[in-house]
């Protein structure tokens, strides 16, 4: 049961351009949303994360926008730049399949940014 | 300064032996977790400490046994490795149990030959 779909496994973008990556959640529990970025053989890095009382965060060129009425959030990288290119999670925050409150994780979408 | 750590970064080994990952996080977080990724990519937690305190385990087979000697390290022991268990594990670390973001290690690749 994936609670946590990002339903693009790929996304290639050029240079400069706006890359944006979409999520959709199932659990109405969530009430915290992050997005983490991996290069191989790393683990994941901390990007942005955003509460569900708000629709926008913003930080530098990263930006999240959620949609709590369409259970779907989204990032948005502009401009982007080939330092971009790597797998970008999505995951979400709250109380899970009993009484734990734990991060599910999308299953990721690989970014890449053309020069 | 690595935030948290991981060690080894590699480990191969065979059936039937056990092995141990170890952890260390020097954020002054409270909650530490074990993560396993597995070869559909899907990153899934196993086990959650706050303060020493065992909070999650996600439905992990019993030769997968997590000590937190201290708020600083979480180590992972497994007895009688099998070939499914090969995978990346990720140790991460957190502010508290709530709504904070994670903070991951770089991983250990198991190979169970």
């Known amino acids: 049961d994936q609670q946590v779909k990002q339903n693009s496994p790929s996304l290639s973008v050029q240079e400069g351009r706006i890359s944006i990556l979409n999520c959709d959640y199932t659990?109405?529990?969530?009430?915290?949303f992050l997005w983490y970025k991996k290069y191989p053989a790393e683990g994941p890095t901390f990007l942005i994360s955003?509460?569900?009382?708000?629709d926008k965060n913003e930080d530098g060129r990263f930006t999240v926008f959620l949609n709590k009425s369409a259970k779907h959030l989204s990032l948005h990288i502009v401009p982007s730049q080939p330092g971009d290119s790597a797998v970008y999670f999505c995951?979400?925050?709250?109380?899970?399949?009993?009484?734990?409150?734990?991060?599910?994780f999308g299953k990721g979408t690989l970014l890449t940014v053309n020069p | 300064d690595t935030a948290v750590s991981q060690t080894p970064k590699y480990l191969v080994t065979q059936m039937g032996n056990d092995k141990s990952i170890k952890c260390e996080q020097n954020?002054?977080?409270?909650?530490m977790y074990w993560y396993k990724q597995d070869s559909k990519k899907f990153l899934k937690i196993m086990f959650s400490?706050?303060?020493?305190?065992?909070?999650i385990n996600e439905t992990v087979p019993n030769r997968f046994s997590p000590k937190s000697p201290d708020k600083a390290h979480l180590n992972l022991h497994i007895n009688s490795l099998e070939l499914g268990d090969s995978a990346v594990y990720f140790c991460?670390?957190?502010?508290?149990?709530?709504?904070?973001?994670?903070?991951f290690g770089p991983g250990t690749r198991l190979t169970v030959t």
């Open positions: 954020l002054g977080h409270d909650t």
């Open positions: 659990n109405s529990m969530f009430d915290y």
């Open positions: 995951a979400a925050s709250g109380f899970s399949g009993g009484s734990n409150y734990k991060l599910t």
């Open positions: 400490y706050n303060n020493k305190e065992l909070i």
């Open positions: 955003i509460s569900s009382i708000k």
């Open positions: 991460a670390s957190s502010l508290g149990t709530g709504a904070y973001e994670q903070y």
